[in-house]
């Protein structure tokens, strides 16, 4: 199953275009993320998901810059959303987040674009099956030298990813029906980045997997991995 991630908005004519588009592209879902854990699991008015032939998914994103602040909404957010996304803002931030496995991916698309991805991130995150996230619209809302230090940022972050085994994300983290890109065109974008079909790959892999576990283990009979509640 093909999932692509996108930003929450509750307006209805942006929740209906995406998923209008979605289906078009032909995902089998889409992730939206949204900073406000209030906002986890709510439709726009007037937008029916079962309207929908397409999986709905709603999860967290967590930008943080200390980890304090980092640790309170992860516990907050636990078992509410079904996918965790942690926009962290320096190295620090990231290092703690990937000895959680309750996170499914680190953004480095938060940080500055000179703030490539350290190895021990990386290392932890292939421990703890978190997945390292890229996204092309830093790509392009930036121009010139910005664009510059995004480019060379990723290409330095997928080499040491690669080196640990880091499962990584690929995705448009699409903030309106227009920037919502199919599979071929965000295959094409992150190969002039030096990413490479495998990668691509192993990110829908992820992707689905992350969304399958998350559903399982946030169900009302879930107890701890291994053991759940037999209802007879």
Wanted: proline share 1%; hydrophobic share 35%.
């Amino acid at each position: 199953m093909k999932y692509e991630i996108c930003k929450y908005r509750r307006e209805k004519s942006y929740m209906k275009s995406l998923l209008d588009e979605g289906l078009r592209l032909n995902y089998d879902g889409l992730i939206f993320l949204t900073s406000k854990i209030s906002s986890l699991g709510e439709m726009p008015n007037n937008v029916n998901p079962k309207d929908y032939d397409i999986d709905i998914v709603f999860g967290a994103s967590i930008f943080a810059n200390k980890v304090g602040d980092l640790k309170q909404k992860i516990n907050k957010v636990n078992r509410r959303a079904n996918f965790l996304a942690v926009f962290g803002e320096n190295t620090e931030i990231n290092r703690v987040a990937s000895c959680d496995d309750r996170v499914d991916v680190i953004m480095i698309s938060s940080g500055k674009r000179n703030h490539s991805l350290d190895h021990t991130t990386a290392k932890k995150c292939r421990k703890n099956n978190i997945a390292i996230g890229f996204d092309s619209n830093v790509i392009f809302e930036n121009e010139g030298y910005a664009r510059a230090g995004w480019i060379k940022n990723y290409k330095k972050s997928r080499k040491v990813a690669n080196k640990y085994g880091s499962d990584v994300i690929l995705t448009s983290y699409a903030k309106g029906e227009y920037l919502l890109r199919g599979s071929k065109e965000l295959k094409s974008l992150f190969k002039l980045l030096g990413f490479t079909e495998s990668d691509f790959e192993r990110s829908i892999k992820f992707l689905e997997r992350s969304i399958i576990d998350n559903k399982k283990t946030n169900g009302e009979n879930f107890i701890e991995p291994g053991i759940e509640l037999i209802n007879e």
